[in-house]
């Protein structure tokens, strides 16, 4: 067993639970920088470089910053143990979400750093703790990371623990997905195995006090628990608060880091003369739904191909001002406890609105699970309904007014012939391209055209758009169920996923296959999907599709991928655990959204399940997920930490409206949080778009009388902004006033920021 020896000041006496500011200037030593910290506009790179600059500096809160903080923030440091120079990145005793957002506020984190007001966590977010590294990287922490637990109920005896975790490129607070340790350390007693097995999850010496257990599964629990021989009290002063589902109890637990950033490797760059360029974020929606009134409840199911699915909204698709959702549901309801309405398996709702739509009202008989719009702007409806409002020839397929719900007459195209075990002839997915709809599912008959035509088409088809006559030169056949169909914008070719194992009499295709759009043959050179190699049975994939010039998808073994266009060979993986496959996939403006029932934890850049393994981050996962296209990268800022599923099905539609809202449809059941209540949801979720727009610049820069004056900017939400002060290489004073006293000579630049974090240009220079 091998032992890495830990310094001597890992002892229970620690001198950290205090609060305090700093008031005067410590005394300087020669060190890496001359920034005390004590005001913004000599804020240092790191509570570890002013200690070092500064030697009598005393525990307490201080500016700092780096090129990836961009602004000067105040964090509280502990100047004293082993040397001092450690931030505090969270605190708190039961309740840690380990989410990617972090909780509460950083005034709260750095002004209640112990005591029962600090019970409650307040946690720094992803971004900001990788901003205080400045680059480096968390499995690089020369120190590790360090945690200080209490060991009794009244917070008077303390131990020390630190982690030095194997493979983290970037900071992840989801340590109850287990990230790999090379070392562990509780009190004196160490640990090393090179991360075999060892993991934040779950780690120790015994079930008392040497073990810190993270996988507590009640959100009011959550915490660095203790061993089961470790009890506590559920007081609101106590320290220890009992543990629950085989744990000991929770102890409140300060984390500390000691990034060694000093002024050389802090990362600012010289801004020249016509100052900083303009900088917004990348598009994306906001974590938050928006509130709607109106949803879709009551499960049930008649002859259903997919009976363990019991979420109530499966489809979503807008046409004119109308978003339908067409799923497994009786009802449409009026909110929370609210007066309900018959209309089971598709209803319509005001796209901006939520508001429900009476007047469209068609009869069916089964589950809607695929929704599209037609080129002349009605809405296709699929699946396992032998009919709808009585017309003939509507078995699994049809197009209705969108108005009035009637069936278009001059669209006839509907499947017969049931496989795959199932009671009815059913479509599962339907895609328009060109004239075409593509169609899959459990039929061998796809029968349309005026003429009523009928092609041999097992699984797989198309259909005219005009008057669906069914093609019968375009044929593949697959040996089980298609579940997800789309073609690709070149033209070329045709993606299907689903749960076979055999296409065109080929066998070996597992779950996806990439088909000629001509021919419907199977495209040549196309590796085989990298999936987990477990048991086959488990080898089905709900989605595939083409975007950017690279291929996506996802399904069993909880995996979302992406793979080059070329020759299908793995660029990028994730799995996803606890909870389930991925159920549906698609791209907007660069992002992929994969919705699943994975709740709890997204593993980077691994495809084995059900322990993931070699992953680089582990992320919160919550039913919902979005990723940059390029790479599949997790956009931690897109975190539906609201999402509450009711049956724990997640999500299994989505679209994106012409307001540029991504629309999910699945079970959820709860939307966001205002004034201490979540929001209802029924079945569906729509996500607007984040503020992009960079405010005005700032005009007329000048100084006098030992001050900066500007005209003010404005920014698009309305809102004044706020405007960040530069000299020489960074941002040294924060402030919505349009003056400042100059703190200093110096090169300067103001730029304006608003609410989200979008920067206008700056200002060009000037010299004082």
Request: aromatic share 12%; proline share 5%; with cysteine.
């Given at each position: 067993?091998?032992?890495?020896?830990?310094s001597?000041a890992?002892?229970?006496?620690?001198?950290?639970?205090?609060v305090?500011?700093?008031?005067?200037?410590?005394?300087?030593?020669?060190?890496p920088?001359?920034?005390?910290?004590?005001?913004?506009?000599?804020?240092?790179?790191?509570?570890?470089?002013?200690?070092?600059?500064?030697?009598s500096?005393?525990?307490?809160?201080?500016?700092?910053?780096?090129a990836?903080?961009?602004?000067?923030q105040?964090?509280?440091?502990?100047?004293?143990?082993?040397?001092?120079?450690?931030?505090?990145v969270?605190?708190?005793?039961?309740g840690?979400?380990?989410?990617n957002?972090?909780?509460?506020?950083?005034?709260?984190?750095?002004?209640f750093?112990n005591?029962?007001?600090?019970?409650?966590?307040?946690?720094?977010?992803?971004?900001?703790?990788?901003?205080?590294?400045?680059?480096?990287r968390?499995?690089?922490?020369?120190?590790?990371?360090?945690?200080v637990?209490?060991?009794?109920?009244?917070?008077?005896?303390w131990q020390?623990?630190?982690?030095y975790?194997a493979?983290?490129?970037?900071?992840?607070?989801?340590?109850?997905g287990g990230e790999?340790?090379?070392?562990?350390?509780?009190?004196?007693?160490?640990?090393?195995?090179?991360?075999?097995?060892?993991?934040?999850?779950?780690?120790?010496?015994?079930?008392?006090?040497?073990?810190?257990?993270?996988?507590?599964?009640?959100?009011?629990?959550k915490?660095?628990?203790?061993?089961?021989?470790?009890?506590?009290?559920?007081?609101?002063?106590?320290?220890?608060?009992?543990?629950?589902?085989?744990?000991?109890?929770?102890?409140?637990?300060?984390?500390?880091?000691?990034?060694?950033?000093?002024?050389?490797?802090?990362?600012?760059?010289?801004?020249?003369?016509?100052?900083?360029?303009?900088?917004?974020?990348?598009?994306?929606?906001?974590?938050?739904?928006?509130?709607?009134?109106?949803?879709?409840?009551?499960?049930?199911?008649?002859?259903d191909?997919?009976?363990?699915?019991?979420?109530?909204?499966?489809?979503?698709?807008?046409?004119?001002?109308?978003?339908?959702?067409?799923?497994?549901?009786?009802?449409?309801?009026?909110?929370?406890?609210g007066?309900?309405?018959?209309?089971?398996?598709?209803?319509?709702?005001?796209?901006?609105?939520?508001?429900?739509?009476?007047?469209?009202?068609?009869?069916?008989?089964?589950?809607?699970?695929?929704?599209?719009?037609?080129?002349?702007?009605?809405?296709?409806?699929?699946?396992?309904?032998?009919?709808?409002?009585?017309?003939?020839?509507?078995?699994?397929l049809?197009?209705?007014?969108?108005?009035?719900?009637?069936?278009?007459?001059?669209?006839?195209?509907?499947?017969t012939?049931?496989?795959?075990?199932?009671?009815?002839a059913?479509?599962?997915k339907?895609?328009?391209?060109?004239?075409?709809?593509?169609?899959?599912?459990?039929?061998?008959?796809?029968?349309?055209?005026?003429t009523?035509?009928?092609v041999?088409a097992?699984?797989?088809?198309?259909?005219?758009?005009?008057?669906?006559?069914?093609?019968?030169?375009?044929?593949?056949?697959?040996?089980?169920?298609?579940?997800?169909?789309?073609?690709?914008?070149?033209?070329?070719?045709?993606?299907?996923?689903?749960?076979?194992?055999?296409?065109?009499?080929t066998?070996?295709?597992?779950?996806?296959?990439?088909?000629?759009?001509?021919t419907?043959?199977?495209?040549?050179?196309?590796?085989?999907?990298?999936?987990?190699?477990?048991?086959?049975?488990?080898?089905?994939?709900?989605?595939?599709f083409e975007?950017?010039?690279?291929?996506y998808?996802?399904?069993?073994?909880?995996?979302?991928?992406?793979y080059s266009?070329?020759?299908?060979?793995?660029?990028?993986?994730?799995?996803?655990?606890?909870?389930?496959?991925?159920?549906?996939?698609?791209?907007?403006?660069?992002?992929?959204?994969?919705?699943?029932?994975?709740?709890?934890?997204?593993y980077?850049?691994?495809?084995?399940?059900?322990?993931?393994?070699?992953f680089?981050?582990?992320?919160?996962?919550?039913w919902?997920?979005?990723?940059?296209?390029?790479?599949?990268?997790?956009?931690?800022?897109?975190?539906?930490?609201?999402?509450?599923?009711?049956?724990?099905?997640?999500?299994?539609?989505q679209?994106?409206?012409?307001?540029?809202?991504?629309?999910?449809?699945?079970?959820?059941n709860?939307?966001?949080?205002?004034?201490?209540?979540?929001?209802?949801?029924?079945?569906f979720?729509?996500?607007?778009p984040r503020?992009?727009?960079a405010?005005?610049?700032?005009?007329?820069?000048k100084?006098?009388?030992?001050?900066?004056?500007?005209t003010?900017s404005?920014d698009?939400?309305g809102?004044?902004?706020?405007?960040?002060?530069?000299?020489?290489?960074?941002?040294?004073?924060?402030?919505?006033?349009?003056?400042?006293?100059?703190p200093?000579?110096?090169r300067?630049?103001v730029?304006?920021?608003?609410?989200?974090?979008?920067?206008?240009?700056?200002?060009?220079?000037?010299?004082?």
């Amino acid at each position: 067993m091998l032992r890495r020896v830990i310094s001597a000041a890992l002892t229970l006496g620690v001198a950290t639970i205090g609060v305090g500011a700093v008031t005067s200037s410590p005394a300087r030593a020669t060190g890496p920088t001359v920034h005390a910290g004590l005001t913004s506009d000599d804020a240092g790179p790191s509570c570890w470089a002013i200690k070092q600059s500064f030697p009598s500096s005393n525990d307490g809160i201080y500016w700092l910053n780096t090129a990836a903080l961009i602004a000067p923030q105040q964090f509280y440091c502990d100047m004293t143990t082993d040397g001092g120079g450690w931030v505090l990145v969270g605190r708190g005793r039961n309740g840690w979400r380990f989410h990617n957002v972090g909780q509460s506020s950083a005034a709260n984190l750095r002004n209640f750093v112990n005591g029962p007001s600090a019970f409650w966590p307040a946690v720094l977010a992803d971004k900001v703790v990788d901003g205080l590294l400045g680059g480096q990287r968390p499995d690089a922490l020369n120190d590790g990371i360090r945690l200080v637990r209490a060991t009794n109920t009244s917070g008077t005896s303390w131990q020390e623990g630190r982690w030095y975790v194997a493979s983290t490129k970037t900071w992840s607070w989801a340590f109850s997905g287990g990230e790999p340790m090379t070392t562990m350390v509780y009190g004196s007693s160490s640990y090393t195995d090179g991360h075999n097995g060892l993991s934040t999850a779950n780690s120790g010496f015994d079930n008392g006090y040497l073990r810190a257990t993270l996988d507590v599964n009640h959100k009011q629990t959550k915490g660095f628990a203790y061993g089961t021989w470790v009890s506590g009290s559920s007081s609101s002063t106590s320290y220890l608060y009992p543990g629950i589902s085989g744990s000991g109890a929770v102890p409140f637990t300060q984390v500390w880091i000691r990034p060694r950033v000093d002024d050389a490797t802090s990362g600012f760059t010289t801004v020249s003369d016509s100052g900083t360029p303009e900088s917004t974020l990348s598009w994306l929606p906001k974590s938050d739904p928006q509130t709607f009134t109106w949803g879709v409840v009551d499960p049930q199911k008649v002859a259903d191909p997919d009976s363990h699915n019991d979420a109530p909204a499966q489809a979503l698709q807008q046409v004119g001002n109308t978003m339908f959702v067409g799923g497994k549901f009786a009802n449409v309801q009026n909110g929370a406890g609210g007066a309900k309405y018959n209309q089971p398996w598709l209803a319509g709702f005001d796209v901006q609105t939520g508001v429900w739509i009476p007047s469209f009202h068609p009869q069916l008989d089964g589950t809607v699970f695929s929704l599209a719009a037609s080129p002349d702007g009605n809405l296709i409806v699929a699946g396992n309904f032998t009919n709808i409002n009585g017309a003939p020839n509507t078995s699994g397929l049809a197009e209705l007014d969108p108005i009035t719900g009637e069936v278009v007459s001059s669209f006839n195209a509907h499947v017969t012939n049931p496989r795959f075990g199932a009671a009815r002839a059913h479509v599962r997915k339907v895609y328009v391209h060109d004239n075409w709809l593509y169609v899959v599912g459990g039929f061998n008959r796809i029968v349309g055209g005026p003429t009523s035509k009928t092609v041999y088409a097992l699984g797989v088809g198309r259909v005219s758009l005009t008057d669906g006559t069914p093609d019968y030169k375009w044929k593949a056949t697959v040996d089980l169920t298609p579940i997800d169909v789309f073609a690709s914008d070149d033209g070329n070719r045709v993606y299907i996923a689903g749960f076979f194992h055999n296409v065109n009499n080929t066998p070996g295709i597992d779950a996806v296959a990439v088909l000629d759009t001509t021919t419907g043959a199977l495209v040549p050179g196309m590796n085989r999907p990298q999936f987990d190699q477990g048991n086959s049975r488990y080898w089905y994939q709900y989605a595939a599709f083409e975007y950017n010039g690279n291929i996506y998808q996802g399904g069993s073994q909880h995996d979302l991928q992406e793979y080059s266009y070329n020759d299908y060979s793995l660029l990028a993986s994730h799995i996803t655990q606890w909870g389930g496959d991925f159920q549906t996939a698609r791209a907007y403006h660069g992002v992929v959204f994969g919705g699943c029932h994975c709740y709890f934890y997204d593993y980077a850049n691994t495809d084995t399940w059900p322990t993931p393994t070699n992953f680089d981050r582990v992320e919160s996962s919550n039913w919902f997920n979005a990723y940059d296209a390029n790479g599949l990268v997790k956009e931690t800022d897109f975190d539906p930490v609201w999402a509450m599923a009711s049956s724990g099905e997640g999500t299994w539609g989505q679209t994106i409206d012409n307001y540029d809202c991504v629309w999910a449809a699945g079970d959820m059941n709860r939307g966001a949080l205002h004034n201490g209540v979540y929001d209802w949801l029924g079945g569906f979720a729509r996500f607007c778009p984040r503020d992009t727009t960079a405010p005005g610049v700032p005009t007329n820069l000048k100084a006098s009388g030992g001050q900066l004056l500007w005209t003010s900017s404005t920014d698009d939400s309305g809102v004044a902004p706020t405007y960040e002060v530069l000299r020489d290489d960074r941002v040294v004073i924060s402030t919505t006033s349009r003056k400042i006293t100059v703190p200093g000579p110096g090169r300067y630049f103001v730029r304006a920021i608003d609410a989200t974090g979008n920067r206008s240009a700056s200002t060009s220079v000037i010299v004082l």
